[in-house]
């Protein structure tokens, strides 16, 4: 099946500046209060909430468009780690600003994968497991139940939004398989916002003007990561967008959604075959 191209002259996206309120009622790490936001987009644009898998007391959702269909469209996530709040906090804020993208387009978004560390502040779930390192496992029902839900798709775009604490700037993973690459042109759209990472080596990986490309070899990762996982089985291209989460929340927000809005654009979300 031939894939969504990239227009050869487009002008920049414009990303929606927050308004003076968000500072005063951002609550990143109220969990039901996020959900409150997602189910109220949710019937403003048609999406369909649900619950997919339980996280101790509490539920973890996923929302589909009324256009997802199985191949074609964009996988996003936030939230697997708990102490991340800026990219759980950027993926609603840019739903609630672009309604007509979800009414129109074929999305399927995971808001906060552990619940229980976003409230609790922790990279960790309740028993202390990173769920970004066991998606070769299925003894944990999140994991086990996404893996599922997801096996009929085939993803254009895959989205995984991070936070680094040791982060000087953002970076990028960007998945060696389809080109032209994306990961250089991503960063000009956020250099406005925020600095780019200029570390040579960045969690042992070589790291170039704040782009970690590579090809996936399995020997090197005996602990899966949800980016690894999805980009094997599930998505043509796949990107971990990674801020810095000592910058203020509010830079972080902007360059995530800056991110997510740059990507969107760059694929016919409304074109999918079922």
Same mark, same amino acid.
């Given at each position: 099946m031939e894939r969504p191209l990239i227009p050869k002259t487009r002008p920049r996206v414009r990303v929606p500046a927050l308004p003076d309120s968000w500072i005063l009622r951002q609550r990143v790490h109220d969990?039901?209060?996020?959900?409150?936001?997602?189910?109220?987009?949710?019937?403003a644009t048609g999406m369909t909430g649900?619950?997919?898998?339980?996280?101790?007391? #509490?539920?973890?959702?996923?929302?589909?468009?009324?256009a997802l269909r199985h191949s074609g469209g964009i996988y996003i996530s936030a939230g697997i780690h708990g102490d991340e709040p800026a990219a759980t906090e950027a993926l609603i804020t840019w739903a609630e600003q672009n309604p007509a993208t979800l009414a129109e387009g074929s999305f399927l978004l995971f808001p906060c994968l552990n619940p229980w560390g976003l409230i609790?502040?922790?990279?960790?779930?309740?028993?202390?497991?990173?769920?970004?390192?066991?998606?070769?496992?299925?003894?944990?029902?999140?994991?086990?139940?996404?893996?599922?839900?997801i096996r009929p798709y085939r993803f254009a775009l895959s989205l995984m939004l991070h936070e680094d604490y040791d982060g000087q700037g953002l970076y990028i993973y960007e998945v060696e398989r389809t080109r032209p690459y994306w990961a250089e042109e991503l960063l000009k759209t956020v250099e406005p916002i925020i600095p780019i990472e200029g570390r040579a080596?960045?969690?042992?990986?070589?790291a170039n003007a704040g782009v970690i490309r590579r090809r996936i070899s399995m020997k090197k990762f005996p602990m899966v990561p949800e980016?690894?996982?999805? #980009?094997?089985? #599930?998505?043509?291209?796949?990107?971990?967008?990674?801020?810095?989460?000592?910058?203020?929340l509010h830079q972080r927000v902007l360059a995530h959604i800056a991110l997510l809005s740059e990507c969107v654009a760059r694929v016919d979300h409304r074109s999918t075959t079922a």
């Open positions: 969990y039901a209060f996020l959900i409150k936001r997602w189910n109220r987009l949710a019937r649900e619950v997919f898998a339980r996280a101790g007391e #509490h539920e973890v959702l996923c929302y589909k468009t009324k609790n502040n922790s990279r960790y779930d309740e028993e202390r497991r990173d769920l970004n390192r066991i998606f070769q496992q299925d003894d944990v029902e999140m994991v086990r139940n996404l893996k599922a839900l080596i960045i969690e042992g990986r070589k980016a690894i996982y999805i #980009h094997l089985n #599930h998505s043509d291209r796949t990107f971990t967008m990674e801020t810095p989460s000592e910058f203020a």
